[in-house]
């Protein structure tokens, strides 16, 4: 099995930062491309930022460009995301998603979630 650990979340004033991680443990070959997801009160779920396997290509939503940086550390099976600037409306339980190569013979990653993290900016 695989298990994902998030922390970092908490309460910041507007202007603020915190710094997100997701630790990936257990049965891993290698993970795949990873991503943060938050879900506000009464909105859907949300892709925050994505970033590849070797870390070389990120991409992120239009609400927090130049606000929010993702990125990993393979060594670690860790992926993080620093956010700078937050605003009111960054406020939401945050996600992280990383697709899985159990072994070396799986051919498909297995997507898995963390339990995720709650963020609360205050204005």
């Known amino acids: 099995q695989v298990q994902l650990v998030e922390s970092g979340g908490g309460l910041v004033q507007a202007g603020g930062s915190l710094r997100l991680s997701c630790a990936a443990s257990?049965?891993?070959?290698?993970?795949?491309?990873m991503g943060w997801y938050r879900q506000a009160p009464g909105k859907q779920r949300e892709l925050v930022a994505t970033?590849?396997?070797?870390?070389?290509?990120?991409r992120y939503a239009d609400s927090v460009k130049g606000r929010f940086t993702i990125s990993r550390d393979n060594a670690k099976n860790t992926m993080y995301l620093q956010m700078n600037s937050l605003k009111p409306e960054d406020t939401a339980v945050y996600y992280c998603n990383l697709g899985v190569y159990r072994t070396i013979r799986d051919r498909v990653p297995q997507a898995y979630w963390g339990q995720g993290t709650q963020v609360t900016v205050s204005s």
């Open positions: 970033i590849t396997s070797s870390g070389g290509s990120t």
């Open positions: 257990g049965s891993i070959f290698s993970i795949n491309a």
